[in-house]
C-alpha cells in the first residue's frame, strides 16, 4: 500500500509478503528515501536524486498508472540495488538529517547508506 502525505511531502510504501515485506519511506522535505527490510532487520538509506526519483506529485501518477495498466510505459520506472557495506547505528547528528520519520521507521537498526 501506498499513501501519501502532500502536506508533510511524505510518501508512505508498505509491502507485506511474508519474508519480503518492508516499509519504505521517501521524505522529500529532508530528501532521504529509508527502506526497512523486516528480514534482514536493517535500514537502507538512500539521497533522493531528481535523475532518477520521481518529484512527489509524479508518485501519485505513477502509482494510478500501476494500478489501472497491467505494465506501466513511463520511463520514471525506480529500481534500486543495494550493496551490504559497514553499518553503524544512527547518531543524534545523522538523525537531525534524516529527519524524525525515518528516525521512527529506522532507531535501534543497523543503518546502510
Not at 65 to 89: A, C, D
Request: glycine fraction near 6%; proline fraction near 3%.
Amino acid at each position: 500500500t501506498m499513501t501519501i502525505h502532500n502536506d508533510k511531502q511524505i510518501v508512505d510504501v508498505h509491502v507485506r509478503s511474508g519474508l519480503y515485506s518492508s516499509d519504505t519511506i521517501f521524505d522529500y522535505s529532508k530528501g532521504y528515501i529509508a527502506t526497512r527490510l523486516f528480514s534482514r532487520k536493517a535500514c537502507f538509506i538512500l539521497k533522493i536524486s531528481k535523475e532518477y526519483i520521481p518529484e512527489l506529485q509524479e508518485i501519485g501518477r505513477l502509482a494510478f498508472e500501476r494500478k489501472t495498466m497491467k505494465e506501466i510505459y513511463s520511463p520514471n520506472n525506480v529500481w534500486v540495488q543495494f550493496q551490504s557495506g559497514h553499518s553503524l547505528f544512527g547518531s543524534i547528528k545523522e538523525w537531525f538529517l534524516y529527519g524524525e520519520h525515518i528516525k521512527q521507521l529506522c532507531a535501534g537498526l543497523p543503518l546502510y547508506k
